[in-house]
C-alpha cells in the first residue's frame, strides 16, 4: 500500500494511524531479528505520534499530508531525547538535545516515527557492514547486503517496517541500498534539504533524501522536506520542491544522455556487469518508446570523480569527526593525560573504515601534500562541474546504471576497501557537482535481484527525476524490463 | 616645543632601560579583539562576559553532532568597519577551518580566515606619526575557557580540568601587524592607538584586563643596521599596556644574552608571568601541529559589494587620530593632553567651547586635570567657554575656576552665577596691594630672608607670605598676582 493511500485513508478516518502502525510494528517484531534493519525501534513515539493524528482527525482539524505515515529516520539525524548513534560506539547512549529541521518538518507533516536505522559507521560504506551494531540484511535475499551506507532505511521499507524513510547520501548512499532493495531512493541537490541535524561526514557531499516503495510517495515525501532552511547556510534561498507536480508530465521531446563512462559505452569505467547494462539498455528502449529523445554522450571527467571524492570525502570527514573526543558526550575511555584519554576513546570507539577515512583525510589535508591531494580534487571537482554544465546544454537529463552490480553477498568487498568504493562509481559525480539523481528499480539481474537505473539532472531539477523515474517506473511496472 | 621633547625624553629615561646600543628590536603585534555584538559569530547564544558557566551555550556552539554555523551579519559589519579603519582593502572572503584537538575547541577545529581573510594590507599612525603596517585583520571564533584543577594549572599535570564554553563562538577579529615596531614604547602606543580606534567605532569595548582585547607579541632582535628578521618568540598572557612594555623588554634582553653567548633563540611560544617578570616556554613551534585548513563547507563566502564597502566609509566616526590632528591644530599642548581628551570623548565640547571663543589650550588642560569623570553631560560648551574666559581674564583665580568647574559638572548652570554664589569676586589689584603691604610690615624677618636669602630661602618665604595672603582671602586672592607683586616690591 502506498504512502499515499495510508496518508488518505488515515486523513479520512477510513483507517486509525495506530492500526496501520500496528501493522507495520508487527512485520517488525516478525523479521527485524532477521534482518537488524533497526538501531532503535521507537514505538513509544510512533505510538504517541499516531494517537495524536487520530485525535486530530476524530476532532476535525486538519492534517499534515503524511498523517499517520509509518517513517525511518536514519540513525544519523538528530532526534531531540531520542538515542542517535550513527551506528558507531563513540556515540553510544547519545541523546539530541535537538531535532534535524527534516526531523521537524516530518513530524509537523504527521508522519509516524517507527525507528532509527542502521547504517555503515558515520555513513562511510557501500554495504551496512560496517556498523558497530552488526549488519543489516537484505530483505529479498538475507545472504547478501542491502548497500549502504543508508541500509538500514532502504531495507526497513523493503521489508515495509515502514511506508516511507530518509537516508543521506555522501556518495550514492540512498540511491545504492535503493537499488539493491528494489526501491526507490533519491538524492536532491545540494542545498535543497537542510542539513541543520545531519550528523556529518562529507559536508559539502552531504544531503537526506527520500526513500520509498515508488516514485510518487518519493515525490510527496521530497517535496515535504525540503525548502530552504536558515539554519542551514548552504540551503538554498527561495527554493520551493515542486516534485508531486512532475508526475504526471511524460517523457514526450525530453532529450536523455547515456553516460558512456558510466554506462558501458567508449572508455568505460570498469567492473559494470552486463545485466546491469542490459537493464540500462531496456531502460533506454522505454524512454525511446515513451517519447524520449535519448543518445549517447560523454563526460570525460566522470571517471575521475571516484578518485577525488575519496580525497574530498575523508578531508571534510577528518575534521567533522575531530570533535568525538570524549571529551563532552558519548564514549570516554579515561586516561592519565586529555591527549591520551583522546586517544584510547577514538581507538576504542571508531571502527576500522572510519579510521582509515580520518586517516586518510588527514593525510590529504597536511601540510606538504594539500596541493597534490586536496588541491587536486578541488580542481577535478570545478572540471567536474562544466564537463556536466556543458553536457547539460543539450541535455535535459542523463540516465546510467545505479550500480555496478546488484546486491553482493556478505563478505564479499569488505576485505578489500577498493572494490567496495568502486560501488559508488556511478553515483559519486552527482554528489561532486551537487546535482539530484534518482535510483528507479528496473528490472532483475541473473540473480533474480533487482536493478536500479539512476537518472540525473542539472542543479535544482529536482522534480525532472522524478518525472523521468515516474515513466521508467511505468514500464517496468507494463513489463517492459525483465 | 623643547619642551614636550624634553618630557618625552624624561619620560624614556624612567619607563625604557634601553637596549644596548648594537641591537635593534623587531616587534609584530597580533591582537585579538572581541567584537560587541549581540550574539555570537554563528548562534543566537548572547554574546556576554561573566555569567554562570555554560549558561550561553547551544548545540551550534557547543559543536555538537550535526549542528551548523550561520554568519552573523553584525559581527562581518564590525570587522569590515575595524579593517577600514586600519586603511585596509576588504577582499571577498571565506572561512575556513584550523584543526587541532583542545578540550576548549568545541569541534576541535576553529572556524577562523586563513588564506583569503576580509582585511588585507592597512597601517596604523601612532600619535608620534610612526607608522606600523597591517597584514590582515580576519574574522574568527573564539575557543571556550579552560580552568586545570591541580598539577599547577598546567593541562598535563592536572588532576581534571573544568571547561567553560559561554566564550566559544564569541566573534573575534584578529589584527595582525607587521614586525615593524622598533620600540617598546612604540608596542605600547599601537595598543593604544588600537584601542582608542575600537572605542571610536565602537567595535568592542577593547578591555584588556577582561580579555576582550589580548595581545600576544612576536619579538625578536637584530645587529643594529641589519634588515634580517631573526629567529622570534611569541609571547602570550600579556594583560596590560605595562605588561606589554615588560614582556617584550624581558623577551629582547633574554635574545641579547643568548646571542651575546653564541647561542641562539628558539622559535617558540613563551608564556609571559607577571609576577615573576619574566617569560617562561611554552610549546615549541618546531613541533607545532600541523592546522590542515580548507575551506570552511558549512558557510558560503562572504562578498561585500562596492556599496557595502562604501557604506561602510559613509558610516565610519571620525577617528581619534584626526580627532587629535584637529584639536593639535588649535593649541599648543602635548601630545598626551590631546590623546587623553579624545580617548575620554570630550574633543567635540573642547571644540565647542574653542569655537565659542575661549582659549584653546586653557579649556584642554582644563578637561584633562578637571574633569576625568565619568559623566559629563551637566558640562555644556558654553559654560565651559564662560569659565575659561572668566580664568583667563583674571577674573576668576585657577582654584577658584576649578571649582566652579566642580560645580557645572555635578549640576550645571552659568559659571559667573555660581562664582558669585560662592562669593568668588575678583579682587581688585590695589587691594591685593594693601594686604601684601601690611604683611611685609608684620613680618620683617621673612621679608628680608625673601629679599636677600638663598633660592631656597627665597621660595620658601615665597610660599610663607602667598599662603598668608590666601589664608587672608580664604583662597580668593589669584596665586601669579601674588607673586608679581612679591617681585615687584622686592627690586
Redesign the interface.
Known amino acids: 500500500m502506498s504512502a499515499r493511500s495510508i496518508a488518505a485513508d488515515v486523513a479520512s478516518g477510513a483507517r486509525t494511524a495506530v492500526s496501520v502502525l500496528d501493522e507495520h510494528l508487527a512485520r517488525v517484531a516478525a523479521r527485524e531479528s532477521e534482518l537488524n534493519a533497526f538501531n532503535l525501534v521507537t514505538e513509544d513515539t510512533a505510538r504517541a505520534q499516531a494517537e495524536a493524528v487520530d485525535a486530530a482527525v476524530a476532532a476535525g482539524t486538519t492534517v499534515g499530508p503524511l498523517a499517520g505515515v509509518p517513517l525511518a529516520l536514519k540513525d544519523n539525524m538528530c532526534t531531540r531525547g531520542i538515542p542517535t548513534t550513527c551506528s558507531s560506539r563513540i556515540l553510544e547512549g547519545w541523546r539530541p538535545p535537538y531535532d534535524a529541521t527534516v526531523v521537524s518538518r516530518l513530524a509537523d507533516a504527521g508522519a509516524v516515527f517507527v525507528g532509527k536505522t542502521n547504517l555503515d559507521e558515520f555513513a562511510m560504506g557501500s554495504s551496512t557492514e560496517n556498523s558497530a551494531f552488526g549488519p543489516t540484511r537484505n530483505p529479498l535475499d538475507t545472504g547478501r547486503v542491502p548497500g549502504g551506507s543508508s541500509g538500514g532505511s532502504a531495507a526497513a521499507v523493503a521489508a515495509d517496517f515502514a511506508s516511507l524513510a530518509i537516508g543521506s547520501d555522501t556518495g550514492g548512499s540512498i540511491r545504492q541500498p535503493a537499488a539493491f532493495c528494489g526501491i526507490v531512493g533519491m538524492k536532491p541537490t545540494y542545498g535543497a534539504v537542510s542539513r541543520y541535524g545531519l550528523i556529518a561526514f562529507g559536508s559539502s557531499l552531504d544531503q537526506f533524501g527520500p526513500f520509498a516503495k515508488n516514485v510518487a510517495d518519493a515525490a510527496a515525501l521530497f517535496d515535504t522536506i525540503a525548502g530552504h532552511d536558515p539554519l542551514d547556510s548552504t540551503s538554498i534561498a527561495d527554493y520551493t520542491p515542486n516534485a508531486v507536480d512532475h508526475l504526471d508530465r511524460g517523457v514526450e521531446g525530453l532529450r536523455v544522455g547515456v553516460v558512456r563512462e558510466l554506462a558501458g559505452g567508449e572508455g568505460s569505467v570498469e567492473g559494470l556487469s552486463p545485466d546491469v547494462l542490459a537493464s540500462t539498455s531496456e531502460a533506454i528502449d522505454a524512454l525511446t518508446a515513451a517519447g524520449a529523445h535519448v543518445e549517447e554522450v560523454s563526460v570525460p571527467s566522470a571517471t575521475l570523480g571516484l578518485s577525488a571524492y575519496y580525497i574530498v570525502a575523508p578531508a571534510e570527514a577528518s575534521s567533522n569527526l575531530a570533535r568525538y573526543d570524549g571529551v563532552r558526550y558519548g564514549l570516554r575511555v579515561d586516561a592519565a593525560t586529555t591527549g591520551e584519554m583522546n586517544t584510547a576513546t577514538r581507538t576504542a570507539g571508531f571502527g576500522a573504515e572510519v579510521k582509515r577515512r580520518i586517516m586518510l583525510g588527514t593525510y590529504a589535508l597536511s601540510a606538504g601534500y594539500y596541493d597534490a591531494f586536496y588541491g587536486k580534487a578541488l580542481k577535478v571537482r570545478t572540471m567536474m562541474l562544466r564537463d556536466f554544465a556543458s553536457v547539460y546544454e543539450n541535455f535535459d537529463v542523463l540516465l546510467t546504471p545505479t550500480a555496478p552490480t546488484t546486491a553482493f553477498p556478505f563478505g564479499e568487498r569488505s576485505a578489500d576497501p577498493m572494490t567496495m568504493y568502486v560501488n559508488d562509481v556511478c553515483t559519486i559525480p552527482s554528489n561532486l557537482t551537487g546535482h539530484p539523481g534518482i535510483s528507479v528499480p528496473f528490472g532483475v539481474g541473473d540473480d533474480g535481484l533487482p536493478v536500479g537505473v539512476q537518472v540525473l539532472a542539472p542543479a535544482l531539477q529536482d522534480g525532472l527525476t522524478f518525472q523521468v523515474g515516474a515513466v521508467l517506473e511505468a514500464a517496468a511496472n507494463a513489463g517492459g524490463a525483465s | 616645543m623643547t619642551g614636550a621633547a624634553e618630557k618625552g625624553a624624561a619620560e624614556k629615561m624612567v619607563h625604557e632601560p634601553t637596549l644596548p646600543d648594537e641591537w635593534e628590536l623587531v616587534v609584530g603585534l597580533e591582537v585579538h579583539v572581541e567584537l560587541a555584538t549581540q550574539t555570537k559569530l554563528f548562534c543566537g547564544c548572547a554574546n556576554e562576559f561573566s555569567t554562570e558557566p555554560n549558561t550561553n551555550v547551544c ?1 551550534t556552539c ?10 552573523n551579519a553584525k559581527a562581518v559589519e564590525f570587522a569590515m568597519t575595524l579593517g577600514r579603519a586600519l586603511g585596509c582593502e576588504v577582499h571577498p572572503s571565506v572561512m575556513a ?1 584550523k ?1 587541532y ?1 583542545y ?1 576548549d575547541m ?4 576553529q572556524t577562523t580566515q586563513y588564506d583569503q581573510p576580509t582585511n588585507v594590507d592597512g597601517q596604523l599612525v601612532l600619535a608620534d606619526g610612526a607608522v606600523v603596517g597591517i597584514e590582515r585583520a580576519h574574522i574568527e571564533e573564539d575557543a571556550g575557557k579552560t580552568t586545570h584543577v591541580g598539577g599547577g594549572g598546567r ?2 599535570d592536572a588532576t581534571f ?1 573544568l ?1 567553560d564554553y559561554n566564550r566559544a563562538g564569541v566573534p573575534l577579529v584578529e589584527v595582525v601587524s607587521r614586525p615593524d615596531i622598533r620600540t617598546v614604547e612604540h608596542a605600547k602606543a599601537y595598543v593604544s592607538e588600537l584601542r582608542d580606534i575600537l572605542l571610536a567605532t565602537e567595535v568592542s569595548d577593547a578591555k584588556m584586563e577582561e580579555g576582550s582585547m589580548r595581545v600576544d607579541a612576536n619579538v625578536s632582535v637584530r645587529p643594529m643596521g641589519s634588515d634580517e628578521l631573526r629567529t622570534r618568540c611569541e609571547l602570550k598572557n600579556i594583560n596590560s599596556v605595562r605588561s606589554l612594555g615588560r614582556a617584550i623588554e624581558y623577551e629582547a634582553r633574554r635574545h641579547i644574552d643568548l646571542y651575546t653567548n653564541g647561542e641562539a633563540p628558539r622559535q617558540e611560544t613563551r608564556h609571559w608571568d607577571e609576577e615573576g617578570g619574566r617569560s617562561t616556554r611554552g610549546r615549541s613551534k618546531e613541533d607545532a601541529d ?1 592546522y ?3 575551506q570552511e ?4 563566502p562572504l562578498a561585500p559589494s562596492a556599496e557595502d564597502v562604501a557604506a561602510i566609509d559613509a558610516a565610519m566616526p571620525v577617528l581619534p587620530a584626526a580627532r587629535r590632528a584637529r584639536l593639535g591644530e588649535l593649541s599648543t599642548v602635548s601630545a598626551d593632553v590631546l590623546s587623553t581628551v579624545v580617548e575620554r570623548g570630550q574633543d567635540t565640547l573642547a571644540l565647542d567651547a574653542i569655537g565659542a571663543g575661549a582659549d584653546a589650550d586653557k579649556v584642554l588642560t582644563r578637561l584633562q586635570n578637571d574633569v576625568a569623570v565619568d559623566d559629563w553631560s551637566n558640562l555644556t560648551p558654553s559654560a565651559l567657554a564662560a569659565l575659561v574666559t572668566l580664568e583667563t581674564s583674571g577674573d576668576l583665580t585657577a582654584t577658584q575656576a576649578k571649582q566652579v568647574l566642580a560645580d557645572l559638572i555635578e549640576s550645571g548652570g552659568d559659571p559667573a552665577a555660581i562664582a558669585a554664589d560662592r562669593g568668588f569676586e575678583a579682587m581688585e589689584s590695589n587691594e591685593l596691594e594693601d594686604l601684601v603691604d601690611q604683611l611685609i610690615a608684620d613680618n620683617p624677618d621673612e621679608w628680608a630672608r625673601f629679599t636677600s636669602g638663598d633660592d631656597g630661602d627665597r621660595k620658601k618665604m615665597q610660599g610663607f607670605f602667598t599662603g598668608q595672603i590666601m589664608k587672608a582671602t580664604k583662597g580668593q586672592a589669584d596665586g601669579r598676582a601674588i607673586a608679581q607683586l612679591l617681585v615687584a616690591k622686592s627690586s
Open positions: 548545540p557547543l559543536g555538537l553532532p550535526g549542528s551548523l554555523p550561520v554568519m577551518r584543526n584537538f578540550p568545541a569541534k576541535d577545529f593541562i598535563n580540568s571547561v600541523d590542515r585548513y580548507f563547507p558549512d558557510l558560503v
